[in-house]
């Protein structure tokens, strides 16, 4: 066995917002455990916890019973009780989700249909209610979603990890996880900053989960592969265009929501995002490419199944991307009033979709165990928000090992 400082009860691969709410709730659950993280960037929520358009989420599209379902609904009081207590920036502005052509306004019916099966109790808006609700906004009708928000989804895991070194436990940055072996007692994890040993292994992976499930053993029946989020800021004279946000009524045959206007925390306003495979799983600056990446996608059958599957779309997302242009026209759907010189440079993001090998995209929460390591395989949006019982499931699965 190593040494005790390089043993602990629980460790935790991955400083995102799941992998720190998991770690928080298993140092107050197990006060008397030794919990340690490990990061391999120099700083939390690098990845897709620190890249996406901190909305508090409400629980609007998803299927109703799903852990996405589940887990939002209970994530958004979380998430809200959680940063008030750590005096967090939030507000609950709420959303629009807005039709723009005769047959969004049909699926409107179904929307709400969907939301009332989620718990919510959303609001019927005409097109006159609409307009006076947001003068800048056009649609022919909407529903209103009071209780989304908006959050600074970074200093949330920052004071999440705050209260795990509170309660004991230690976050270790820089550390790049090489190598993962389970044995009958323990699992051991090299590292660049050497080798960890714990009772139970989660790993909360992101954009890296299909890799180190493989390297610990799991049998991976799935790929990630990275979408690319890109956005624009509006520029600063726009900041106060919208007063909730605008989000667009989803086409069941395309597979990604589309563009949306979004106030964020900071008093800004962003639109997007756009859904463009990733050349590179980490690379966000536009026109990042990674041979190893790259390959491993082309050797993926689900890959070219997924692809087949959505090849219109895929080439029109290419083609918004290519053309602020035809960005703009997605934007002037709901905003006919902006214009090119609005459109500012944004940060992307990039999503870790996981791929079934028959080309289905999976759409919920996946989780992976062995005996001894647990993997979070899929988290998709709205995982920022349902981080808390993420975290709080995740750790009950541990309990039933040890029960």
């Known amino acids: 066995m190593l040494s005790d400082d390089r043993h602990s009860d629980y460790l935790v691969i991955g400083g995102g917002i799941v992998g720190l709410s998991t770690a928080m709730q298993l140092a107050r659950a197990y006060p008397d455990a030794t919990v340690r993280v490990l990061e391999k960037e120099d700083r939390l929520a690098a990845h897709q916890s620190g890249h996406n ?13 799903s852990l996405k379902a589940k887990f939002c609904r209970a994530g958004v009081d979380a998430t809200i009780a959680f940063c008030t207590r750590h005096q967090i920036s939030f507000e609950q502005c709420g959303k629009l989700l807005v039709a723009t052509t005769p047959i969004e306004l049909e699926r409107m019916d179904a929307l709400e249909e969907r939301c009332r099966a989620n718990g919510l109790d959303p609001e019927r808006l005409s097109a006159e209610q609409l307009k006076e609700r ?20 970074p200093a949330m895991a920052r004071a999440l990890a705050k209260e ?29 900053t050497g080798l ?17 499930a493989k390297m610990a053993g799991v049998d991976v029946d799935f790929q990630i592969v990275p979408f690319r989020g890109e956005y624009y800021r509006l520029n600063a004279r726009h900041n106060a ?11 069941p045959d395309l597979p990604f929501l589309g563009v949306h206007l979004t106030r964020m925390i900071d008093g800004s306003v962003t639109v997007g995002p756009n859904a463009v495979l990733g050349f590179a ?31 219109r779309s895929g080439i029109t997302e290419f083609r918004n991307s290519l053309s602020k ?32 090998a028959d080309g289905t995209l999976v759409h919920d929460f996946l989780i992976k165990q062995t005996q001894r390591t647990l ?29």
């Open 375 to 403: 993997h979070v395989c899929n988290a998709p949006s709205p995982a920022a928000t349902s981080s808390l019982p993420i975290g709080e499931h995740l750790v009950s699965l541990l309990a039933e090992r040890s029960g």
């Open 164 to 192: 795990l070194q509170d309660a004991g436990g230690d976050v270790v940055l820089n550390s790049t996880v090489t190598g993962i072996a389970e044995g009958p007692d323990t699992v051991s994890v090299a590292t660049s």
């Open 281 to 311: 799983r980490e690379g966000y600056p536009k026109g990042s490419f990674d041979a190893g990446d790259v390959l491993s996608m082309l050797g993926f059958s689900g890959f070219w199944k997924v692809m087949g599957k959505n090849l």
């Open 325 to 356: 242009q035809r960005y703009l026209k997605l934007c002037q759907k709901y905003a006919p009033g902006l214009t090119l010189d609005d459109l500012e440079p944004y940060p992307a993001g990039i999503r870790a979709q996981a791929v079934m």
């Open 241 to 251: 265009i919208i007063k909730h946000l605008i989000y667009p009524i989803p086409d």
């Open 53 to 65: 358009s901190g909305v508090i989420h409400a629980g609007v599209y998803y299927a109703p019973g």
């Open 134 to 153: 947001e003068p800048n906004i056009t649609g022919l009708g909407a529903l209103f979603v009071r209780v989304t928000g908006i959050v600074d989804y």
């Open 196 to 212: 960890y040993e714990a009772r139970q292994l989660v790993v909360c992976g992101g954009l890296q989960a299909d890799r180190l």
